[in-house]
């Protein structure tokens, strides 16, 4: 029964992204797109095969649930551009042998804004917000494989108007402990929009997913290779400067992030990541050279994980993030 459990999950990840090719007008809830520990922004932002005990895979992942310890509480902030602030909180319960719950709960707020009529006279101030929170569930369905889905609620602020939507999270994970390889496929937030700003149609920014990692045999190395947003393929959906064409090799390098960990002991991780995507759009828009590179340090006690991570989102400024982690 377990077997054809494992085979039907990955015949339905083979078939799904032939269903989802229409292609997106306009995304809501960007808060979606970041990255939801340090950890993971360390790696590119976009990771779904790290095999870490992280609560806040849930969100990248849900298969990877199996991977944590349960009672563990996940905490994470981050600075934005302009005076944004994200932060998020995630829990983490082992129920059984083969069955993890997951509870999640993230905030993105946009500062304080000027509110002004047609004519440009302000006539006050609101502050738009974004909150995503919901649940994720995990089932071992073998010694290397494990199966996942989480559920959300989206939910979005612009001074009167208001915005919500569900989405779906469906993910597959293969480790083989022994060869230190981690294979993923992820469909992330497949859903839809129950309430809209002013009657405006908008999508929720869904992806289909593949990622690699491996770790090298004699070196504490471990390589991950993303690949995001394999349904869409159209130049239209990425930002391209009129003066710089957008080829298919560039194209195609925009749906790949690269992520390396150095872990030097069991106590000490450093990952650096590139997001060609991220990379190019704000280079294109003015960045510094640095623009798509990520870096980050973790600390890893008996109970308690420390990590902090620097990557860039906006032309303006870089972004820094921090994610505390307890097991009770």
């Not at 990255?35 to 005990?53: F, K, Q, V, Y």
């Not at 199996?66 to 944004?84: H, I, N, R, W």
């Not at 707020?109 to 995503?132: H, L, N, Q, R």
């Not at 590179?293 to 308690?304: D, K, P, R």
Request: overall charge neutral; charged content about 15%; aromatic content about 12%.
């Amino acid at each position: 029964m377990r077997i054809m459990k494992k085979y039907l999950i990955i015949a339905f990840f083979c078939v799904l992204p032939l269903s989802l090719v229409a292609q997106e007008s306009t995304s809501a809830f960007q808060i979606l797109r970041l990255p939801t520990s340090a950890h993971l922004a360390g790696l590119g932002g976009e990771n779904l095969s790290t095999i870490d005990d992280d609560a806040s895979a849930v969100l990248h992942n849900p298969a990877l649930l199996s991977s944590v310890s349960s009672g563990t509480l996940g905490l994470s902030f981050m600075t934005y551009a302009d005076g944004a602030k994200w932060m998020g909180a995630q829990y983490v319960r082992a129920f059984g042998e083969r069955h993890t719950g997951a509870a999640f709960v993230h905030y993105m707020g946009y500062g304080e804004m000027t509110e002004t009529d047609p004519s440009g006279a302000a006539i006050g101030t609101f502050s738009p917000k974004d909150m995503v929170a919901g649940v994720g569930y995990s089932y071992l369905l073998s010694d290397r494989w494990a199966g996942g889905a989480a559920f959300k609620l989206l939910y979005s602020s612009i001074a009167n108007y208001h915005a919500a939507a569900v989405a779906v999270d469906l993910g597959l994970n293969y480790y083989d402990e022994d060869e230190d390889l981690s294979l993923s496929a992820t469909l992330r937030n497949a859903g839809a929009q129950i309430k809209s700003y002013d009657n405006r149609t908008e999508t929720v920014p869904y992806s289909f997913q593949f990622g690699l990692t491996k770790g090298l045999e004699h070196l504490p190395l471990r390589f991950s290779l993303t690949a995001v947003d394999l349904t869409r393929w159209d130049k239209r959906h990425y930002y391209v400067p009129s003066d710089k064409p957008m080829g298919f090799g560039r194209l195609a390098l925009n749906h790949l992030v690269l992520g390396a960990e150095l872990l030097p002991s069991d106590v000490l991780t450093l990952s650096v990541g590139y997001n060609f995507r991220r990379g190019y759009e704000l280079k294109a828009a003015g960045a510094s050279h640095w623009a798509g590179v990520t870096a980050g340090i973790g600390l890893n006690f008996s109970q308690i994980k420390l990590n902090l991570a620097y990557a860039q989102y906006h032309k303006s400024t870089a972004s820094l993030m921090g994610t505390v982690a307890y097991t009770f």
